[in-house]
């Protein structure tokens, strides 16, 4: 049982290239998630989704794209990387939630630099 | 969703119990409180949730106050690996469950 699972964990970009981020998980959940962490910062959302097939914008989403095929995958994509998106990347992945149950776990994340 | 309200650092000595408390003075009825801790540069990691009862499970306890307006993030015996960031989210269900971290708690445990 790996949880959830992030590739690449390292990756530096030229700025102008393009690049995907893959992130598995293997509990059958439905609710996926993309988060971003610079520096002293907590992290921010990039983009969710809710169950396969489904997507929708966080609080950061600008420069980047989701897919959600499958429901054990959630796709990040930078189109064109800018130096901006210099970060570490987090993916998490939560079920249906209710009182006893609603644990998000979360990727060990992916360092981007973009040069 | 209702916006947290924590204090930047606290320090706690090794072996008592660490108090964190977390505002969130706006929470709706529907809302639930999370806690998550990150450790150094780590994925962040689930600790407790709770609605409006208190909760207890291996790792802490948390104690939200009756008008749910502010809650209490309790360690009860803290040692050095338990130095870390900590996040109080409050978050609606049918929202995604979506967890808006904000820059939580610097907790250091000390010897």
């Known amino acids: 049982n790996a949880g959830v699972t992030q590739t690449p964990k390292f990756r530096v970009l030229k700025t102008g290239q393009s690049m995907t981020l893959l992130c598995a998980q293997d509990?059958?959940?439905?609710?996926m998630y993309w988060y971003r962490q610079d520096p002293g910062m907590g992290l921010r959302l990039i983009h969710y989704?809710?169950?396969?097939?489904?997507?929708a914008k966080g609080e950061v989403p600008d420069g980047y794209n989701v897919s959600r095929l499958k429901k054990q995958n959630f796709l990040l994509g930078l189109e064109s990387a800018a130096p901006s998106q210099t970060s570490v990347y987090f993916c998490?992945?939560?079920?249906?939630?209710?009182?006893?149950?609603?644990?998000?776990?979360f990727g060990q994340g992916t360092r981007l630099t973009v040069v | 969703d209702a916006k947290t309200t924590q204090p930047p650092s606290m320090d706690c000595a090794e072996g008592r119990a660490a108090n964190l408390p977390c505002n969130h003075s706006?929470?709706?009825?529907?809302?639930?409180v999370y806690w998550y801790r990150q450790i150094h540069s780590q994925g962040p990691q689930y600790i407790i949730h709770?609605?409006?009862n208190n909760e207890t499970n291996e790792m802490a306890s948390l104690i939200i106050t009756e008008d749910r307006k502010s809650s209490t993030l309790i360690l009860p015996h803290a040692t050095l690996r338990d130095t870390a960031v900590y996040y109080c989210?409050?978050?609606?269900?049918?929202?995604?469950?979506?967890?808006?971290f904000g820059a939580g708690t610097i907790l250091r445990v000390k010897s």
């Open positions: 998490a992945s939560n079920p249906i939630p209710t009182l006893r149950v609603g644990a998000a776990f």
């Open positions: 509990m059958n959940h439905e609710y």
């Open positions: 989704s809710v169950g396969e097939g489904t997507t």
């Open positions: 706006t929470i709706s009825g529907n809302e639930y």
């Open positions: 709770g609605l409006k």
């Open positions: 989210i409050v978050t609606r269900v049918e929202y995604g469950n979506k967890l808006v």
